[in-house]
């Protein structure tokens, strides 16, 4: 079975930089690969068109490039898309829409191996025996080796609703869960706040999950859209980190530059017209 990359770097408490991707293009990871600077790829599944086939690529892309994968599921599809993404090599799973003890439960249990519980295990889940691309197809079918991969997988939650919130520590105690993230815009919409990301209410609920996922043993991951705003979190204690979304990336770059060659071409062609002529456009 091929190495966890994430969950080495968790035991062995060091730092982690991922980086998130919405297309499904495989040659995009193997671009993120080549910079040496990310040990995963979030795939945003939530938010992105794609198909069965499409997370095979994937998973060959992440081989290729020697980088973690790691898709984020909204919740009507938490079992389906896991079993899937896992099956074809993505190594951690971003839960999102955790609302209660249940939920957390639900994403331990789409992760995990239906079997009984043995000593190091961290969960008994509903997974069985599968040939997909994680298990050579028919070389480790159902061996112990698959087992103990599922145990690796690294399992994420977002905290971004009132009710998980309110129960916080009931919910971060679920066995087998590793790290937290908390999502201060569908956190802010559920108390009556959307758009308010930097609301007092917010921050003070992004700190609590932070503290507490810190005191029960889990790693909290930050996402942000510039490096140097990670000072706050870093003394509040925070490691892990997600930077950047293509789709924002590209967004800013065509906004940026093409503003810049409008007023570039504006600025030639108003020298350039004889005094008195008319603009074309």
Not at 76 to 84: E, I, K, L
Not at 104 to 118: F, G, I, N, P, W
Not at 184 to 193: A, F, L, T
Request: glycine share 10%; aromatic share 6%.
């Amino acid at each position: 079975m091929r190495r966890n990359l994430l969950r080495e770097k968790l035991n062995a408490n060091q730092p982690t930089v991922g980086t998130h991707l919405l297309s499904t293009w495989p040659t995009l990871v193997e671009l993120v690969g080549q910079s040496r600077q990310y040990d995963y790829i979030e795939f945003t599944a939530e938010y992105a068109p794609f198909d069965l086939h499409d997370l095979d690529n994937l998973g060959r892309a992440f081989e290729l490039a020697g980088v973690g994968g790691m898709i984020k599921i909204e919740q009507t599809q938490y079992t389906h898309q896991a079993m899937r993404a896992i099956g074809s090599g993505f190594q951690s799973v971003l839960f999102a829409d955790i609302r209660d003890v249940g939920d957390a439960r639900a994403a331990v249990d789409a992760v995990r191996a239906e079997t009984l519980a043995q000593a190091g295990s961290r969960g008994v889940g509903r997974l069985g025996v599968g040939m997909r691309r994680d298990v050579g197809m028919i070389q480790e079918v159902g061996k112990p080796s698959y087992v103990e991969a599922l145990n690796d997988i690294v399992i994420a939650i977002m905290v971004e609703k009132k009710s998980c919130l309110d129960d916080l520590e009931a919910i971060l105690s679920v066995p087998g869960l590793d790290m937290v993230q908390f999502g201060p815009s569908d956190y802010s919409m559920s108390i009556g706040k959307p758009g308010q990301g930097d609301d007092p209410e917010v921050r003070a609920a992004e700190r609590k999950t932070i503290e507490t996922a810190l005191r029960l043993g889990l790693h909290p991951r930050v996402e942000l859209q510039d490096p140097t705003h990670a000072g706050r979190y870093l003394e509040m204690g925070v490691k892990h980190f997600c930077i950047g979304w293509d789709v924002g990336i590209l967004a800013k770059w065509w906004d940026a530059n093409g503003r810049a060659m409008r007023q570039i071409l504006d600025k030639g062609v108003a020298e350039a017209a004889p005094a008195g002529q008319a603009r074309l456009y």
